[in-house]
């Protein structure tokens, strides 16, 4: 009994590792690879997951759909609305530069989550979308969870393959050239403009993919998820934490945030019964200390993001293996 | 250094692992609410009003054979991330047999959908008032002491009828509460007994002026205006802009709107026109015990939702009792403690309870915040009734169907 509870405890936090880990890796393609500051992550995740919602569950009469689709089409779903609503965003922001637009990307995933609460045709409003299909959902407690996290797992080295693909082809040496020094990129003839687009419409569609699969393992989406804390400014953390630049850091810092935020709380009730409320604030403290920390002594993070002086040191020792033969 | 750093993080994830050792005689009950976002400021009240339930009933002879009754705190953080996770913990870390909150809406039914349903744990919400969780899929187990927001709205809708009132204009705060409130006056009002609302808006929270909003809403002609917002908040606001520039004439508000902070601010005679509607238990004998009790232990009694925040622990520890302290019969024995038959069993009555059931004789709880009695779908009906401002402070016209 204790053993199972710690296995589904376990299986549990693996499920939101994955998910964030979603998340963080759409964020790295935006920061991490083209140098946008995106700091309205909750305004895609949202999107994802309320398209995702409405795409698979059953006909309602309150609001728009349900469609009753399978999941995997909610999914694919989710992803190109995240996509949509980021091409026009990405089209008039993206001419802003990191702070400002940070700003401008708070806002926009503000107005995103004030649509999905007042706009009642289109997602029930306050009231949230519940009796989302779970795949696997029906078996037992422990099995379930197990099935969501293969599911979710695959999902995730899936993206994390592409996106790693993406970061060793021309394609990420040149969008590392274009955050680096745009104007030279610009002399090379790149296409600064466009390219930054599309680095912003594919993490754009990864966060909503996250949102979806967030949906779906709640069984319901609420205007109550959308909080910037955890949807956004955590997911910041972990990439920061991470190393942002580098795919594994991404996942590494989703891993290890997460982990630290939820199993703080077992360890603050451990504190006398009348601290039990105040313990709780220690929490929120322990993540913003941990991020002066790594800003202070780590700022690449955890895993750095692997420069071409890697590459050049490694390629040296072949040289030199290959010279001995 | 990479080295070093890891090593760090691990050594630091396997000490707060380790932290963690579980006590085994104790019953658990976990006490998930909002203690940081939103709602922080209205949590620890309800904590502190759910762990007094604890307190009497470890001191009047505790759980079973005298085990102790323990409630473990969590944050749910009124958002469903951080609900499911203390909900995961609370079931599977510290192995409760039963769930009080968490606080939200969002959270309760994030939280059901992928912790507590499928572990068959009961959970019991002292202020999720969404009429979704009336609906959810689940096998009986998901409980709350406050009403539906459903269920006021359309008493409120039905009372208006009968006494009378003809166009109305409804104003609503765009958030579950003033969305669920109005929507299920709206259905009740204009669909089922075909009175006419001239205009339906939302409106945001903390603006300076609601003037444009005002004007917007007596645009139809309607002579009165419905308020579903909170009487020490953005209500107060409307009330008073409303007031000033005579926009209506009469004015009707939900129990949020039933707020001291109106009275005092406005002046009762001001107010001739304005009712509102209001749960009654107000004056019950369990209330009476229920303030002194938390009083003594340096509680706020009227602090919003410490009621039901008491009642759904002490019927969570009632239920427990009941099934004798296995999990698995906690949702039957939660329908048999509150069912409106069987001997009277008020706040903090610990110890008659215990010997009753022992004794195998029916109890019925009527608490703090109104004898809930719980129906098929775990809801309570609560009673409601209309209240207007007379001199000193609000009195009751009369009862709502």
Same mark, same amino acid.
């Given at each position: 009994m204790e053993l199972l509870g710690l296995v589904n405890y376990a299986l549990f936090t693996a499920i939101f590792i994955a998910i964030y880990a979603l998340l963080a890796l759409g964020l790295n393609i935006q920061w991490g690879f083209a140098g946008l500051f995106n700091a309205g992550i909750a305004g895609f995740f949202a999107v994802g997951a309320y398209t995702s919602a409405v795409l698979s569950t059953p006909a309602d009469d309150g609001r728009l759909g349900g469609f009753d689709l399978h999941f995997v089409i909610g999914w694919i779903g989710a992803m190109l609305a995240a996509a949509l609503v980021a091409w026009p965003i990405g089209k008039i922001c993206l001419r802003f530069r990191s702070d400002y637009l940070a700003i401008a990307s708070i806002g926009v995933a503000e107005i995103i989550r004030l649509v999905i609460k007042s706009e009642e045709v289109l997602t029930n409003g306050a009231r949230g979308i519940n009796g989302i299909p779970r795949p696997a959902g029906d078996i037992g407690y422990t099995e379930s969870q197990i099935a969501y996290l293969v599911i979710v797992l695959a999902v995730l080295i899936v993206a994390y393959v592409l996106v790693e693909r993406q970061f060793n082809a021309p394609w990420g040496r040149m969008m590392r050239a274009i955050r680096d020094n745009e104007h030279a990129a610009k002399a090379m003839g790149k296409d600064v403009e466009f390219r930054r687009l599309e680095a912003f419409i594919f993490g754009a569609a990864l966060m909503g993919l996250g949102g979806a699969l967030f949906a779906h393992f709640n069984r319901s989406i609420t205007p109550e998820a959308i909080d910037p804390m955890v949807a956004t400014f955590l997911v910041w953390i972990m990439l920061i934490l991470g190393g942002s630049g580098n795919n594994r850091g991404a996942i590494l810092g989703a891993a290890v945030v997460w982990i630290i935020w939820s199993v703080s709380e077992i360890a603050t009730d451990r504190l006398p019964h009348e601290y039990a409320i105040q313990a709780k604030y220690i929490r929120l403290f322990l993540i913003g200390l941990m991020l002066q920390l790594v800003l202070r002594f780590r700022p690449e993070g955890l895993l750095p993001e692997p420069l071409r002086g890697d590459l050049r040191g490694s390629r040296r020792t072949t040289k030199s293996g290959a010279d001995h033969t | 250094m990479k080295t070093k750093i890891l090593a760090l993080a691990a050594g630091l994830m396997a000490a707060t692992a380790l932290a963690s050792v579980p006590a085994q005689a104790d019953v658990k009950i976990g006490l998930l609410g909002g203690v940081s976002g939103p709602i922080a400021a209205m949590a620890p009240a309800m904590v502190d009003a759910a762990q007094l339930a604890v307190q009497q009933v470890n001191e009047q002879g505790g759980i079973g054979d005298g085990e102790k009754l323990v409630g473990v705190l969590g944050d749910s953080a009124c958002n469903p991330q951080n609900g499911t996770d203390a909900a995961t913990k609370a079931v599977n870390i510290e192995g409760v047999s039963g769930i009080v909150g968490p606080h939200c809406s969002g959270a309760v039914l994030a939280a059901a959908g992928s912790v507590t349903i499928p572990a068959g744990i009961v959970m019991i919400t002292p202020s999720g008032t969404s009429p979704e969780i009336t609906g959810l899929d689940d096998k009986g187990t998901v409980f709350r002491t406050v009403p539906s927001d459903d269920y006021q709205g359309r008493a409120l809708a039905r009372t208006l009828k009968e006494q009378g009132y003809g166009k109305v204009a409804v104003a609503y705060l765009n958030n579950d509460y003033g969305t669920g409130l109005a929507n299920a006056f709206k259905a009740e009002y204009a669909d089922a007994l075909g009175g006419e609302i001239t205009q339906f808006a939302a409106h945001e929270e903390g603006k300076a002026s609601y003037r444009s909003n005002l004007a917007e809403l007596a645009? $139809? $002609?309607?002579d009165t205006l419905v308020i579903f917002d909170y009487g020490d908040g953005t209500g107060l606001t409307i009330l008073r802009q409303a007031l000033e520039n005579g926009f209506f004439e009469k004015f009707v508000g939900g129990d949020g709107m039933k707020s001291d902070a109106v009275i005092n601010e406005l002046g009762a005679e001001n107010l001739v026109s304005f009712v509102a509607s209001s749960p009654v238990g107000e004056k019950s004998e369990s209330l009476d015990m229920f303030n002194e009790a938390f009083k003594g232990v340096g509680g706020d009694p009227d602090a919003i939702f410490a009621t039901t925040s008491y009642d759904a622990a002490f019927l969570m520890a009632l239920a427990l009792e009941k099934a004798g302290g296995k999990k698995e019969g906690v949702a039957a024995a939660m329908l048999e403690v509150s069912n409106g038959t069987g001997e009277a069993i008020r706040p903090g009555e610990w110890k008659k309870a215990k010997e009753l059931i022992a004794a195998g004789t029916a109890i019925d709880y009527k608490g703090a915040a109104g004898d809930h009695n719980f129906d098929a779908n775990g809801d309570v009906p609560g009673t409601y009734a209309l209240w207007e401002v007379g001199s000193s402070g609000y009195e009751v016209i009369m009862e709502m169907k």
């Open positions: - | 645009k $139809g $002609g309607a």
